[in-house]
């Protein structure tokens, strides 16, 4: 169901970016959304690698899979804070251009 939501952000984004409206405050709340998501999902991993580290179960290869979702799931999501302190910063320039104009 996340990822469904995530889809659906990505796609809001991208119909922004055509109507050269990306710069808005619409984007915002799409951006959020993403980071919820992987948020969420990267702590539903932890929590399958603590269960998996605690009770032993199955291979050891299914705990290296586990650690590396949840490098990667904490990459994106830093990722995406980031991107989204970049769009807050181009969107205050953006204001600014469009008063000065």
């Known amino acids: 169901m996340k990822f469904d939501a995530a889809l659906i952000a990505i796609w809001r984004l991208l119909s922004l970016v055509a109507s050269s409206s990306v710069f808005s405050d619409a984007a915002?709340?799409?951006v959020g959304l993403i980071i919820g998501c992987i948020g969420f999902d990267t702590v539903l991993v932890i929590g399958l690698?603590?269960?998996?580290l605690i009770a032993s179960l199955?291979?050891?290869?299914?705990?290296?899979a586990l650690l590396t979702l949840t490098v990667v799931g904490v990459a994106l999501t830093l990722l995406m804070v980031v991107m989204r302190g970049l769009l807050t910063a181009a969107t205050a320039q953006r204001e600014e251009l469009e008063a000065v104009i």
């Not at 199955?58 to 290296?64: R, T």
């Open 28 to 30: 915002f709340r799409w």
């Open 49 to 52: 690698l603590a269960h998996n």
């Open 58 to 64: 199955g291979p050891p290869i299914l705990a290296i």
